[in-house]
């Protein structure tokens, strides 16, 4: 069993930044393959970055060069850093955790893109 917790979510101004974490209890941590997700309003569920066990990353197109993704294995966390944010990148952010058995979510952090 996983328990994940998001945090560092808020309201910024258009090409400001926000580095969200997500804390991870319960298992072990660097085991698992870890992503960012996000939902806009009315809108469905998205990838936005992903990290594998490894360190392997991986990043939707539309935030490739704006945010990194991070994993911190001796702090049991994940961590999101979006720069240059855009009003477009406003939504409910969730991280997951995953391995070939089951998979855990968070509960989520809003963003807010707006001047």
């Known amino acids: 069993q996983v328990q994940l917790v998001e945090s560092g979510g808020g309201l910024v101004q258009p090409g400001e930044s926000l580095r969200l974490s997500c804390a991870a209890s319960?298992?072990?941590?660097?085991?698992?393959?870890m992503g960012w997700y996000r939902q806009a309003a009315g809108k469905q569920r998205e990838l936005v970055a992903s990290?594998?066990?490894?360190?392997?990353?991986n990043y939707a197109e539309f935030v490739k060069g704006r945010f990194t993704i991070s994993r911190d294995n001796a702090k049991n966390t994940m961590y999101l850093q979006m720069n240059s944010l855009k009003p477009e990148d406003t939504a409910v952010y969730y991280c997951?955790?995953?391995?070939?058995?089951?998979?855990?979510w968070g509960r989520g952090t809003q963003v807010t893109v707006s001047s």
């Open positions: 997951k955790a995953a391995n070939s058995i089951n998979e855990y």
């Open positions: 319960g298992s072990i941590f660097s085991a698992y393959w």
């Open positions: 990290i594998t066990s490894g360190g392997n990353t």
